[in-house]
């Protein structure tokens, strides 16, 4: 029973946060593979730079955002903002909001396609059944999200590994050529080291936004070796399927079909077993929902603060309500199509949520990080 807890213990200080984490990025993240094209992918053999620049940034921010939250213990990001940007947190506000609806678009515009591509789902059952059950998960609350987002966390990762097995044991010849030749082809010039490294930051920059998802499971960490060792994990887990999929991707590099399609993941496995096309779609499906619960949750938890101040604590079904008006504003706008959004859309709030969040974070991070 002591091994049990001191077990649960360790997972809610130092993997819980790298779980949520990943399983609200994934959906806005990689889940289609169109990100991964756009963030690296593009690049061939010179994206890896990219995705090292990934790593190092999910985990400082991660790093950075513990400390903080440990420092001035606040668990909510209107808190916390307020702490290091004063009235200004405002700002972040309105672009974590913009953001949020645009990265639930892009889901809901995956689901429908992936949902009616992989198990002839009308698109619409998709965009339905999403809504539904991310308004379900936000009315039962935080205990039921963490637990179905460990479970799908755990599914996304066996998955993933599945997939790229597939990928990588038909292919395996084809990515290490691409390699070998550095090929660079489907850009018309070589990337520099520059944009490469840039490339890496603005994707971290427009996945701040699942930051806030986490901040409940900050209460849980009392030192700065367990933010230390936390924040490694979270950056390990936020970016391995990236790199799963990035190699991935470059099995079949330059080819156009699958580096401008819609959902290139869909794409790579056409020519695989239906069955593992079907589970491609399940699973996907599954992390489409715990990104938009968990991006709507950090919300509604900015609002409970307020509203618990004011000693009017929010009701289950008030928190559903929210849920279904942020759903409904994303699937409207969904209708634009996910490569746009991921394209354009994307990079204009990256630059703004570096503004708003990350640099305030590192200019001030030397206020927290004195003391441990």
Do not use: C
């Amino acid at each position: 029973m002591i091994h049990t807890t001191v077990a649960s213990s360790v997972f809610k200080r130092l993997f819980l946060p790298g779980v949520i984490l990943q399983s609200v990025l994934i959906g806005g993240g990689y889940a289609t593979g169109r990100e991964i094209v756009e963030y690296g992918g593009k690049f061939g053999a010179s994206g890896w730079v990219s995705g090292l620049a990934i790593f190092f940034g999910f985990s400082l921010i991660a790093f950075l955002s513990m400390e903080a939250s440990r420092y001035w213990k606040v668990y909510d990001y209107k808190s916390l903002l307020k702490k290091l940007i004063g009235p200004g947190w405002i700002a972040y506000e309105i672009v974590y909001l913009l953001l949020a609806v645009l990265i639930i678009a892009v889901m809901a515009s995956a689901a429908g396609e992936i949902l009616n591509q992989t198990l002839n789902f009308n698109k619409w059952v998709g965009v339905v059944l999403i809504t539904v059950v991310v308004g379900f998960l936000n009315y039962k609350g935080e205990e039921m999200i963490a637990k179905l987002e460990t479970i799908g966390s755990v599914a996304l990762f066996v998955a993933y590994f599945v997939f790229t097995f597939y990928v990588f044991g038909s292919k395996g010849d084809v990515i290490a050529q691409t390699f070998r030749d550095w090929n660079t082809s489907y850009m018309q010039d070589a990337p520099g080291i520059g944009i490469l490294l840039w490339t890496g930051i603005l994707y971290v920059g427009y996945n701040l936004a699942v930051y806030p998802a986490s901040f409940f499971t900050f209460r849980n960490l009392h030192t700065r070796k367990e933010s230390i060792i936390a924040s490694i994990i979270s950056g390990l887990m936020m970016t391995i399927p990236w790199f799963l999929t990035y190699f991935a991707i470059m099995a079949y590099y330059p080819d156009k079909s699958v580096l401008e399609s819609t959902v290139p993941w869909l794409k790579m496995l056409e020519e695989f077993s239906p069955i593992l096309i079907a589970v491609f779609g399940i699973v996907v499906g599954w992390t489409l929902i715990e990104t938009a619960t968990g991006m709507i949750h950090a919300f509604i938890s900015r609002i409970e603060t307020e509203a618990i101040e004011k000693g009017k604590p929010l009701q289950n079904i008030t928190k559903a309500y929210i849920s279904l008006a942020a759903l409904i504003a994303s699937l409207i706008l969904s209708q634009i199509g996910i490569i746009d959004l991921v394209a354009k859309g994307y990079s204009v709030m990256a630059y703004a949520m570096i503004a708003v969040y990350a640099v305030p974070l590192l200019i001030f991070s030397g206020r927290f990080l004195k003391k441990k």
